[in-house]
């Protein structure tokens, strides 16, 4: 079956410091990838995606990039602010033919507290 | 432009009792999913609906939990004959098509007594 690990926590980092957070997978078929954060007493927000091999997902300058031949989708960001803190969740969703692509499969998340 | 909206946002009960979790999805989205966080879990996938129709069960507790997605109104998770071990928090997401995105509402945090 599908699974996720991502590296456990917590982190803790000081503002403009290089964060990286590694994620892994196992899956069947070509899945998406994708990583969630969760702000305390909120629900998950998606924070980038991307759907094939080689493909980077970007966004608020956070990046990840899809690679099929280690299995693995490490999120990085250059320089963190405190407002980044947050749980960090990495993700799959499955895509082979006949199976169900609507399931995402979640890591167990990554504490991450920036301090000023 | 509203997100998924799921009430309450927190509910207590005592063992024994009922809970009744209600999501509203995204306006457009007809497809809707419930998952469940455990502390310190990943969120694991429960059930996924159509309206009026369940897709996708496989991760639901086979006894008093159950999930229903009407013609009209929010998709609602019920939980009978609460227990300790259910307390967590219960997050709703939906999606335009099956396959997209999944976007989160806030979740209901829901403690057992």
């Known amino acids: 079956g599908n699974s996720v690990t991502q590296m456990e926590g917590p982190v803790t980092l000081s503002e403009e410091a290089f964060l990286t957070i590694n994620c892994t997978y196992t899956?069947?078929?070509?899945?998406?990838l994708f990583w969630y954060v969760q702000y305390p007493g909120e629900g998950l927000q998606l924070l980038l995606k991307?759907?094939?091999?080689?493909d980077k997902g970007s966004n608020k300058g956070f990046e990840a990039t899809y690679r099929k031949e280690t299995t693995s989708f490490h999120l990085e960001k250059g320089s963190v602010q405190v407002s980044d803190s947050a749980v960090y969740f990495c993700?799959?969703?499955?895509?082979?033919?006949?199976?169900?692509?609507?399931?995402?499969?979640f890591g167990k998340g990554t504490l991450l507290t920036v301090n000023p | 432009n509203a997100g998924v909206m799921q009430n309450p946002r927190h509910l207590v009960r005592r063992r024994g009792q009922e809970a009744r979790l209600r999501c509203s999805p995204m306006?457009?989205?007809?497809?809707v999913y419930w998952y469940r966080q455990l502390p310190e879990e990943g969120l694991k996938f429960m059930v996924y609906?159509?309206?009026?129709?369940?897709?996708?069960e496989s991760g639901m507790p086979k006894e008093r939990f159950s999930a229903e997605f009407p013609k009209e109104g929010p998709s609602i998770l019920r939980i009978q004959q609460v227990v300790r071990g259910d307390s967590a928090a219960y997050f709703c997401?939906?999606?335009?098509?099956?396959?997209?995105?999944?976007?989160f509402g806030p979740g209901t945090r829901l403690l057992v007594l």
């Open positions: 997401a939906s999606s335009d098509s099956v396959g997209e995105t999944q976007y």
């Open positions: 899956a069947t078929g070509y899945p998406s």
């Open positions: 991307a759907t094939k091999a080689d």
């Open positions: 993700a799959l969703s499955g895509r082979n033919s006949g199976g169900s692509n609507y399931k995402l499969t």
């Open positions: 306006k457009g989205h007809s497809h």
């Open positions: 609906l159509q309206k009026e129709n369940i897709i996708d």
